[in-house]
């Protein structure tokens, strides 16, 4: 069963990480639709995977799931849409994986998370790959 989870979860990131160069290779479709497939495709992933869903759930986790999709889902990811398109791949792509390091962050200053030496390495080594990018891809403007 975790094999299976893991899968999904790998599926699921390989996907997420190609849509800002969809967006950017289909930039001539109008934002709203594109948003709304890449939407329709996670609909049917999420279709796919119903049957292992729980669905016995407060009303404190509904209201959460309501805020979920709406605001962080259907804003966020319409935002992200625009972002990517009209940007340029190495600033979006700084800008993708820095959210990991800062969400970290920001659940340690606001609900206590600790931050252990492993998460401290994976954060530094987060921004030394972004870092290095940056760097090389300067050399070669110069160059």
Same mark, same amino acid.
Not at 33 to 51: D, E, G, K, N, S
Not at 85 to 99: D, F, H, N, R, V
């Given at each position: 069963?975790?094999?299976?989870?893991?899968?999904?979860?790998?599926?699921?990131?390989?996907?997420?990480?190609?849509?800002?160069?969809?967006?950017?290779?289909?930039?001539?479709?109008?934002?709203?639709?594109?948003?709304?497939?890449?939407?329709?495709?996670?609909?049917?992933?999420?279709?796919?995977?119903?049957?292992?869903?729980?669905?016995? =759930? #407060?009303?404190? +986790?509904? @209201? /959460?799931?309501?805020? $979920?999709?709406? &605001? !962080?889902? %259907?804003?966020?990811?319409? *935002?992200?849409?625009?972002?990517?398109?009209?940007?340029?791949?190495?600033?979006?792509?700084?800008?993708?994986?820095?959210?990991?390091?800062?969400?970290?962050?920001?659940?340690? =200053? #606001?609900?206590? +998370?600790? @931050? /252990?030496?492993?998460? $401290?390495?994976? &954060? !530094?080594? %987060?921004?030394?790959?972004? *870092?290095?990018?940056?760097?090389?891809?300067?050399?070669?403007?110069?160059?």
């Amino acid at each position: 069963r975790q094999f299976i989870g893991v899968l999904f979860a790998l599926v699921s990131a390989v996907f997420f990480a190609l849509i800002p160069f969809c967006h950017k290779r289909i930039n001539h479709v109008p934002q709203r639709f594109r948003t709304f497939y890449q939407f329709a495709v996670a609909w049917v992933y999420f279709l796919f995977t119903l049957p292992w869903s729980n669905w016995d =759930l #407060t009303q404190h +986790d509904w @209201l /959460g799931l309501i805020y $979920l999709g709406l &605001g !962080a889902t %259907i804003i966020g990811h319409g *935002l992200w849409a625009k972002v990517t398109t009209e940007i340029k791949s190495q600033t979006a792509g700084l800008m993708y994986y820095s959210y990991i390091p800062v969400s970290i962050l920001i659940a340690h =200053l #606001t609900l206590g +998370d600790t @931050l /252990g030496p492993r998460i $401290l390495f994976g &954060g !530094a080594l %987060i921004y030394s790959g972004l *870092l290095f990018n940056l760097l090389r891809a300067r050399k070669a403007v110069i160059s």
